[in-house]
């Protein structure tokens, strides 16, 4: 899971992503990196580190990044080394000089290396699966270079990788003197909303994760991009567009529980909205299982909007009795065991006036290892807290997911296999109360919806076995990744 924006006819594109991503930096705190193209040198410019944003590019650097069109990534990876030469954006030379970022995984990524290498003699030397999605498309180009007919050739190339490259993902991609184009997956299981802005009698666009990027850059939040949907804005600002897949729409339920910033929305729900449903629907559930509770606290800070509503429909106070330290990253983020749970326990802070002799209530967006959830248990019973019960707006994750958050495998969750009760136990609560999977549709509005790691139901087939052989030899990437806690 990664950020991505793309931007087309500004003037100094390039240095105009950096606040753009700040806004995403969410999504990914590994890494960072924008490719800008200048139309009038004919010239691509790319600045890409390890670190965050701020870390990565420099006043010097950002300089560098000229031109009118330009990409730009934050990327998480929680598994292995991260690797410079995996970092993005990657580019081309040939055909016509490809740019490329993209937030998901590809499930089948050592069937099309194979492909590639054998039939179309193209080697890759990164271990990312943006890599394999930019050579296709390059491939599909080369093929028809023959014909000018540009918006055409890129459309049947994106088709044929859509129909070769199985998995979620949602790309943007730049093509030197051309134009910037995008693509999802055809279920469209990752993000990505197009913005613009007027630009005389044109459009300036945007493509991005999340609606705040358009917010932060003066845009105006124009739609999202379909299922299986290519759309190239050419270096005249001419948009094309292209449903190349109609399959049934699958997007993640876990961007609205937990990846995504409550200011966006996508498919027209509103993140904020939804947690505040889910909140809701989390306290009929609470009220039927007839728990006792003085307060109603959340799990900084995804978890907040769900726990103000539940705690406004129970009657209950609303107490702050966690104190997060922003300046400590998200554990979900880190890739080493040993550092997660000393920042778990840095990242933390009880209010012990708040929670002595009290029955609290605590809300989470998800749990997953479970690990986060016992340490924050015993903090609260060691602060003082009467009795702990857990309440989470997401239902138990059962499954591997294998589309870019990568909970690759089953036994390393905590309700992999067990009961709600069995579960309560290990976390060592006074009661624990998921959200139905049923009621979690009914919260975001939407009855289809990628919710594999809940119920098994995989929108895109694949062999775990042959999955998890591949990613232990080739870890990197965009999301070959470890769980939340």
């Not at 995996?86 to 089948?108: A, C, K």
């Not at 959340?298 to 104190?323: H, K, Q």
């Not at 809300?363 to 290892?369: A, E, F, G, M, T």
């Amino acid at each position: 899971m990664c950020g991505v924006v793309g931007l087309i006819g500004e003037e100094k594109a390039g240095e105009k992503l950096y606040p753009a991503l700040f806004a995403l930096q969410h999504r990914g705190q590994d890494a960072a990196g924008i490719l800008s193209y200048d139309f009038e040198r004919s010239q691509f410019h790319i600045e890409k580190d390890l670190g965050l944003v701020e870390d990565v590019f420099t006043p010097e650097r950002m300089q560098r990044l000229k031109g009118s069109m330009a990409l730009g990534h934050t990327r998480y990876s929680t598994i292995g080394t991260v690797d410079k030469e995996d970092l993005q954006p990657l580019f081309l030379s040939y055909p016509y000089g490809i740019g490329m970022i993209h937030n998901g995984n590809v499930t089948n990524y050592d069937e099309v290396v194979d492909y590639l290498r054998k039939r179309k003699l193209r080697w890759t030397f990164s271990r990312n699966d943006l890599e394999i999605l930019l050579h296709m498309t390059a491939v599909g180009l080369a093929s028809r270079k023959e014909t000018q007919n540009i918006p055409e050739n890129l459309a049947a190339s994106v088709k044929e990788l859509l129909e070769q490259v199985h998995g979620a993902y949602s790309a943007i991609g730049m093509l030197a003197e051309q134009g910037m184009f995008a693509f999802s997956d055809s279920h469209g299981i990752r993000p990505l909303l197009i913005g613009r802005r007027k630009n005389g009698d044109k459009y300036s666009y945007c493509f991005a994760s999340e609606k705040q990027v358009f917010f932060g850059l003066g845009f105006e939040y124009w739609r999202d991009l379909a299922p299986g949907e290519l759309v190239l804005v050419d270096r005249n600002l001419d948009l094309h567009s292209f449903v190349l897949s109609e399959k049934k729409a699958r997007p993640c339920m876990f961007e609205w529980i937990y990846f995504a910033g409550a200011e966006t929305e996508w498919h027209g729900r509103s993140v904020y909205e939804v947690r505040l449903n889910l909140g809701k629907i989390l306290a009929e559930e609470c009220k039927a299982k007839g728990l006792d509770v003085d307060i109603v606290a959340p799990v900084p800070d995804t978890s907040r909007a769900a726990a103000c509503r539940l705690a406004e429909v129970l009657e209950r106070p609303y107490r702050e009795v966690l104190i997060k330290n922003r300046y400590v990253q998200r554990s979900f983020i880190v890739n080493q065991p040993e550092l997660r749970k000393m920042m778990v326990n840095l990242k933390l802070s009880p209010v012990e006036s708040e929670i002595r002799g009290k029955k609290i209530l605590l809300v989470d967006d998800s749990i997953v290892r479970g690990t986060t959830s016992a340490r924050i248990v015993r903090l609260l019973r060691e602060a003082g807290a009467e009795k702990v019960y857990l309440a989470s707006t997401c239902p138990p994750i059962r499954h591997p997911c294998f589309y870019g958050i990568d909970f690759p495998e089953g036994e390393s969750l905590v309700a992999y296999q067990r009961s709600e009760e069995e579960v309560a136990k290990i976390l060592e609560v006074d009661g624990l109360v998921f959200l139905p999977l049923e009621r979690l549709k009914e919260g975001i509005g939407l009855s289809s919806l990628c919710s594999a790691c809940l119920d098994g139901d995989y929108p895109v087939a694949v062999s775990s076995e042959k999955f998890l052989q591949t990613r232990k030899m080739n870890i990197g990437g965009d999301g070959k990744n470890e769980v939340p806690l």
